[in-house]
């Protein structure tokens, strides 16, 4: 999958699912938890659906905000998981 | 218990207060206390009274005068330690014609003054009318458990215990202030003197003010949390454990026992009630009921602890199923007499279980509401621990772990909700040396349930803003142990503001039951906060001590209990295919627009996000879902219910059984 429709999707499911405010932009960078975005319990569902709609596994070990805190590094995540990397 | 509610002049311009609209304040309030209804008016004031008969049952009906009926009580609450202080009074020369404590009061302020609530022992809100001075005295308990509102405009003053009986008068205006609104997308409560409407003040718990004859005022705040550690009385573990079990045996007792009317116990199951309940049962010969909420879902039944408990005290023990569609149900009356959004609904049930109690009889409960504030027993006091560990060693890798202990309950992949946590808590580690660290999890996620606001709401708040709690801490703050500040925080904020009144006070009162916590006990509180940390939270033990004074009286497969709070479905329990028509009603776009708070399309997506998850059974909701949309409704209801309709006036029609009225009808104009 294209890098930028990975980008499409992931913003609009946190704006869905999330933010529910189509006026507010995410930035790329913009820190999920810091923004009050997501809570400890919401950050469950982003898993979930990353690992279900881009095929990837977050281990245990790899729950940590590097890998998940921001758009951009959602799509790093997913990028180096998709090649076969670890994280 | 009681309410009162009163309108008072600060000069001779205005005509007396209105006999009909004391009635209809009076009225608005009747749920608080249906047996009797008195009025007191001369010239200058009106103090109106609906009293629910616990103490002193044929003589103690209010108004209440002095000697020579110059000063006038209106009072709602117990002074537990009455006795004591009449014995003392009567040596001072003062004549008692009832048996009330609401008697003692009038007399106590006759030798003392305003001193002479830091005399008492117990719950209040009450007004002392001077008709020779044209003085009135206002006065709330420590913690606030009885509540107390007011409203000044022009030189007048209303003052009741609920803000619905202030605004029975209709020239009352009645608007949302989005300060407050903010405070409880933050707090969770408003905190007082702030409320949730414009013009209406709430009177901080622990102060008493004065107003003179001109109307000028004074405030004074004459208690709030301190906590030195001093050993007074005991110079072990052992001993202070003893001394704790005999001040909670005798804090118990006097609520026990100092009532003309049997007394009961709610057991939720934990070992506060069940403590208090064993402590209460061995108060009295007979017979002692004791009441609990069982809920039909598994998550949060307590029932097997509850009727372990039953059975060691062998009580009549009554229950109640309690159901989502049962919360759904009640809960616009639940904001009814809230008269504030909630975030939680934990409150429905427990509405519930007064109505069981006003069921079976019973007009008074003891109740372990304190403990975990007394005592260090919430969870939030041990992650504060935890956190200020590890921000001591932000690096390592070893303290975070020390959250396992704390969760072990955790059902999904322990390590993966885990590993979440630990991100969330992460946060702000760098301001561990600044007040409200212990809190600042809480506040954070709290608020970020603001971004629900309207663009309306949200520009209001920036040239309007809500007061920041921590610029209140006293000054003596900084010299306590950081857990004795979590407990402070939590007191001020959590305790009075939002758990003894919207859970507490107002749900009991909804059916005419009065609440009484020993835990709250001056003294018992007194003793509690001069404990060592270790005492309180030792490692990650919470409530160390009460489990030392528990040991032997409640069963150990309670006392080892790991800390359960008392919670109950919340969102879930709106959607569905028997959920009722409001909940769409009021979350609809025009209800949105039509009250302006919150952004339509913003709800609408949480809204829709909500519906459909409750679809599929096993899906939880998260935190702040729960909270936004419990908190949305809640506040919709508050508009509907306080703001535009101050719900049926069928009920108000009383009749004063107890009328003084000194004002000749020549002279005014009704």
């Known amino acids: 999958m294209q890098t930028e429709q990975i980008r499409t999707e992931v913003h609009q499911f946190i704006e869905s699912n999330f933010i529910f405010n189509k006026k507010k932009t995410l930035g790329e960078d913009e820190s999920l938890i810091d923004s009050g975005v997501i809570d400890s319990t919401g950050v469950l569902e982003l898993i979930a659906f990353l690992e279900q709609r881009f095929q990837v596994k977050f281990e245990d070990n790899e729950l940590v905000a590097e890998n998940f805190d921001s758009v951009n590094k959602i799509i790093r995540f997913i990028g180096k998981k998709s090649t076969g990397m670890a994280a | ?670």
């Open chain 2, 1 to 670: 218990m009681c309410g009162i509610g009163g309108i008072v002049n600060f000069s001779d311009r205005h005509d007396p207060p209105s006999l009909e609209i004391l009635r209809s304040m009076v009225g608005a309030i009747r749920h608080r206390g249906p047996d009797e209804f008195g009025v007191y008016r001369d010239v200058r004031a009106g103090l109106g009274h609906a009293r629910l008969s616990i103490v002193d049952l044929s003589t103690g009906q209010q108004p209440l005068s002095n000697e020579d009926d110059t000063l006038w009580i209106i009072f709602n609450g117990e002074i537990f330690n009455f006795i004591e202080l009449r014995q003392e009074l009567e040596k001072l020369g003062h004549t008692f014609r009832t048996h009330s404590d609401t008697e003692v009061i009038v007399h106590a302020y006759e030798s003392w003054g305003v001193d002479c609530f830091e005399r008492f022992n117990g719950q209040w809100a009450l007004a002392l009318w001077d008709s020779e001075a044209k003085s009135l005295i206002l006065s709330r308990d420590r913690i606030g458990v009885r509540p107390l509102y007011i409203h000044e405009h022009e030189g007048r003053l209303w003052f009741a215990s609920e803000v619905k009986a202030i605004f029975a008068d209709p020239s009352v205006p009645r608007e949302i202030d989005v300060r407050g609104l903010a405070q409880t997308f933050k707090y969770w409560a408003p905190i007082a003197p702030t409320s949730l409407y414009i013009g209406i003040e709430e009177l901080p718990p622990g102060s008493t003010r004065i107003y003179r004859s001109d109307g000028t005022r004074q405030d004074i705040r004459y208690w709030r949390p301190t906590y030195n550690e001093k050993k007074v009385g005991y110079s072990s573990l052992a001993e202070a454990t003893d001394l704790l079990r005999e001040k909670l045996t005798r804090a118990t007792q006097i609520r026990t026992l100092r009532a003309d009317v049997p007394v009961g116990s709610y057991l939720s199951g934990g070992l506060d009630s069940s403590l208090i309940a064993r402590l209460g049962r061995e108060a009295k010969a007979g017979t002692f009921q004791t009441f609990s909420i069982r809920f039909e879902d598994a998550e949060f039944d307590e029932t097997d602890y509850q009727r372990v408990m039953a059975a060691t005290i062998d009580s009549n023990h009554r229950e109640v199923v309690v159901t989502k569609n049962d919360i759904a149900s009640v809960f616009p009356d639940v904001i009814r007499h809230t008269e504030r959004p909630i975030l939680r609904t934990a409150p429905a049930p427990l509405y519930l279980l007064s109505q069981l109690v006003r069921d079976s009889g019973i007009k008074a409960v003891l109740t372990g509401e304190g403990a975990d504030e007394m005592l260090a027993g919430y969870d939030l006091f041990r992650e504060a621990k935890i956190r200020m560990f590890w921000a001591n060693q932000p690096a390592s890798k070893v303290r975070p772990s020390l959250f396992d202990q704390l969760y072990p309950y955790l059902v999904r992949s322990p390590q993966q909700a885990r590993g979440m946590a630990l991100e969330f808590w992460k946060r702000g580690l760098d301001r561990s040396s600044l007040p409200g660290f212990s809190h600042d999890p809480r506040w954070m996620t709290t608020s970020s349930l603001q971004r629900f606001f309207s663009a309306e709401t949200r520009s209001c708040l920036e040239s309007n803003a809500p007061c920041e709690y921590l610029e209140t801490l006293p000054p003596e703050f900084a010299k306590w142990d950081p857990l004795a500040q979590a407990q402070f925080i939590e007191v001020e904020t959590l305790l009075s503001s939002y758990l003894i009144s919207s859970q507490g006070d107002r749900m009991l009162m909804a059916h005419s039951v009065e609440g009484r916590f020993p835990f709250l006990d001056a003294d018992v509180m007194e003793f509690c906060n001069s404990l060592p940390a270790q005492y309180k939270l030792n490692g990650l033990n919470e409530k160390f001590i009460l489990k030392k004074v528990a040991s032997g009286i409640v069963p150990e497969k309670i006392i080892r209990r790991s800390k359960q709070p008392y919670r109950a479905p919340d969102a879930v329990s709106f959607f569905g295919k028997h959920a009722p028509e409001y909940v769409e009603d009021l979350l609809s776009e025009q209800a949105l627009r039509d009250n302006g708070l919150f952004d339509t399309n913003v709800v609408k997506g949480l809204h829709a996000k909500c519906r459909q998850r409750a679809a599929n059974s096993d899906v939880v909701f998260s935190n702040t879902d729960n909270m936004g949309l419990v908190g949305i409704l809640s506040t919709q209801l508050v508009v509907d219910q306080i703001i535009r309709n101050n719900e049926s006036r069928t009920g108000r029609d009383i009749k004063f059984t107890t009328l003084i009225d000194r004002v000749l009808v020549s002279s005014h104009q009704q």
